[in-house]
Each structure stands twice: as C-alpha cells, then as structure tokens.
C-alpha cells in the first residue's frame, strides 16, 4: 500500500525484455533503495514492483508481460525519470491517500494550461474508469495522489503546484505522453456491494 506522496525521481537504468513476456527492469533510487530488501515493494509510476535485488543505489525488478501491457511502463527505456515511493509504514502519516499500485488503465495528457503559480492539466478519460472519477475526488496519476478538479465523460482535469511539477515526472511530460492512472479503491468496493441495486 502506498500514499501517492512520490519520495524520489529514480533513473532508468535498463529494461530488458528476458524473452518469456516478461521484461527485468533496473532502477537507480538513492533514496528508496537505502533500506529495500528484497521482497519489497517499490511503485515505480504507480505500479507496485517487488525489490529482487539492491545493488549501489540501483534495485532489480521483474515486470510480468500483463504489466507492460496495462500500464506504460513498457514505454520506459535507458534515463527515463520516473516516480518513486516506498510502501507506506503502518504508523506513518498519510499524505495523500490509499494507492494499491495496481493500475486500473493508461490515459494521456490532453492539454497543459499554466497559470501564475500552479497549472491545470487535463486528462483523457479511459470510458471503464469513467464512473470511478468525481469532481473533488482523488486519483492516482504516475503514482502520484492528485484531487479531480474537474471531470467530463471523456476528459479530467487536477491541478498541479510548482512543487508537484518539479518533483515528479508529471512536470516534464508534454501532451500526448501517456501516464498511468489508479482510481480510488473505495469507490470500487462500494460499486460491488451495491452490485444492481440503486440508491
């Protein structure tokens, strides 16, 4: 389980297709990987990866093909930047809000509206994901905990501080660039116990 709070901007360092649809992919993280051990968990761009090895600051994961299919991880190559955070501490302060780091599908940025101190920027809106995505509600972009601004049923808007663009791939990607997206756990849940029923 994961906040949405990004720690660090890791580096690629390789992704390596091994030939059985699956891929190893190398990251360079000072930060998260200074007390990983193997088995734990990583978001890299909102997807949940296990740590299989540590080595100088770089951490091994194994990417299962259905991984680089739903998620724009297979996009990744050699100096990518990408967000890093460690799985949460029970105890620890919840930033953002509860992130699975299981991405639920891959939208693309629309347009980039800057303003004086922050930016809007808006989102395509994969249809499946549509019902799960309101106005003030939360949303996991890249692995990064963001509030829905606005929402229509094609399109989603959040906005972004100077802080958030600088400290998070999102500040660097152009229009067009595909981003991971992870809708709110809860409202998934809910959506199955009221299975048909209306309220």
């Known amino acids: 389980m994961f906040t949405g709070i990004v720690e660090e901007l890791g580096h690629v360092e390789s992704l390596t297709d091994d030939g059985s649809d699956s891929a190893v992919l190398k990251i360079r993280g000072p930060l998260v990987t200074s007390d990983a051990r193997h088995g734990d968990s990583i978001s890299v761009n909102g997807v949940c990866l296990t740590v299989i090895d540590n080595v100088d600051g770089v951490f091994t994961a194994d990417v299962m093909g259905e991984t680089l299919r739903r998620s724009s991880l297979g996009a990744l190559e050699a100096g990518s930047q990408v967000n890093l955070e460690r799985a949460a501490a029970l105890g620890s302060r919840l930033g953002g809000h509860l992130v699975q780091g299981h991405v639920d599908g891959v939208a693309r940025i629309v347009a980039r509206e800057p303003a ?29 905990s963001l509030t829905v601004m606005a929402v229509d049923d094609e399109t989603f808007s959040v906005g972004m501080i100077p802080t958030t663009s600088k400290l998070t791939v999102l500040g660097a990607k152009d229009v067009g660039d595909p981003v991971n997206l992870e809708v709110d756990v809860i409202a998934k849940y809910v959506e199955k116990m009221l299975g048909d029923r209306h309220v």
């Open 116 to 144: 004086a101190d922050w930016e809007v920027v808006r989102f395509s809106l994969p249809a499946e994901l549509a019902k799960y995505v309101v106005e003030k509600g939360s949303i996991t972009v890249d692995g990064v």
